[in-house]
Structures are given as C-alpha cells and as structure tokens.
C-alpha cells in the first residue's frame, strides 16, 4: 500500500484541456518525450484528480499543449469526451452565429485574420500565431457594407486551441466596454444574418 501511495505522489501531474476524439490535450511543467508510457496524475478542469497511464505523442509549440493516448483506464476516454468538450464548444451565453468576417489589427500577423463565429460578447478567430489568455486587441471589422467606417472593438482573449480542421489556432474572445454604437452595429448585423 505504501508503495503504491508512493508510486501515486510521484506520478507525474498534467492538467486535462480538452479530449478530441481518442485524443488527450493537457499541460504539463515536465518535459516529455514521444512515445513514453507514464503514470500521471490527472487533473480535470473542475478540480478532480485521477491516476491514469498516458502515451505521450506529441508537444504543440502553437497551443503549448502536449498531446497524449490513454493507456489506463481505458475506458475512461468515453466519459472524458464528455467532461472535456472542445474549448469552442458552449463558451458564450448569447448565441454563436457562425460566420467568416475579416477582422484587421496592426497586432496579428498580415495585420488579418478571419472569423469563425461571431456573437453579441465576443467572437473567435482563426489565427496563425499564439495570443496569451488575457491579451488585449485592438480590432475593427466592416459589420454594415453601406458604412464607411469600420467598427472598432476592445477584444480580450480568453481561451486558444489548435484548430483540427486547417492546423491553425482558435482564439476566443470577449468584447470589452462597448459604446453604444458599437452594440447597435453588432445587434443589427446578427440579426440580419441570423439563420431564419
């Protein structure tokens, strides 16, 4: 017994973000190498901890986020897809409507990016560089074609992960103090492109 309470305090400690298909996405301070078998002591993003064995895959320089196969238990992995949804998955209060707006900044890379969902709180883009949670971002998008002058939003980000489909990164966002015309010109353009 004490040696396996042993065995669990050593355990190496990685923090669950999400669970892609077969897939795990966590975080981890020890440096791993691909292909290794640990025991770890997984933590899930509500606080809970488990002893599990990972194969370690892969380190993503983009999301800072190792990628890894559970060994034991293995039938965990279907109760973890539901625990750990895609970080894109059910972040915003108001309504998603999903759609391509090209946004400009002096502060991404092209000075460009696009959307790949909007909402009346935020929206999330689809980047190909890294943004720390927390960043500020000056943007400006064209909302309303027969307006001259592009709305120009405080963005926040607060949450990052690879997109599975192009390889690229999805940022989420929060709007940050709003004027009153900046919520009219978003307000008009969900509605307008709302699906009906």
């Given amino acids: 017994m004490l040696r396996e309470l042993l065995g669990s305090l050593r355990a190496t400690r990685i923090e669950l973000v999400f669970c892609a298909g077969e897939i795990l996405h966590f975080r981890c301070s020890t440096a791993m190498s691909a292909g290794k078998v640990k025991k770890v002591r997984a933590k899930l993003p509500e606080g809970q901890i488990f002893g599990a064995k990972v194969e370690f895959i892969s380190f993503d320089e983009k999301?800072?986020?190792?990628?890894?196969?559970?060994?034991?238990?293995?039938?965990?992995?279907?109760?973890?897809?539901?625990?750990?949804?895609?970080?894109?998955?059910?972040?915003?209060?108001?309504?998603?409507?999903?759609?391509?707006?090209?946004?400009?900044?002096?502060?991404?890379?092209?000075?460009?990016?696009?959307?790949?969902?909007?909402?009346?709180?935020?929206?999330?883009?689809?980047?190909?560089?890294?943004?720390?949670?927390?960043?500020?971002?000056?943007?400006?998008?064209?909302?309303?074609?027969?307006?001259?002058?592009?709305?120009?939003?405080?963005?926040?980000?607060?949450?990052m992960a690879p997109d599975l489909v192009t390889g690229k990164n999805l940022v989420g966002g929060l709007f940050m103090t709003m004027t009153q015309r900046q919520r009219n010109a978003l307000k008009v353009y969900l509605a307008s492109t709302a699906p009906r």
């Fill in 63 to 159: 999301s800072q986020l190792f990628k890894g196969r559970l060994i034991e238990p293995k039938e965990a992995v279907i109760h973890l897809r539901g625990l750990l949804p895609l970080p894109f998955e059910d972040r915003r209060a108001s309504p998603r409507i999903e759609r391509t707006v090209r946004v400009l900044s002096p502060q991404l890379e092209g000075f460009s990016a696009l959307t790949r969902d909007i909402s009346s709180q935020g929206l999330c883009l689809v980047l190909g560089q890294v943004f720390p949670m927390g960043t500020r971002l000056q943007i400006e998008m064209d909302l309303d074609p027969s307006d001259p002058y592009p709305v120009r939003f405080d963005l926040e980000t607060r949450w």
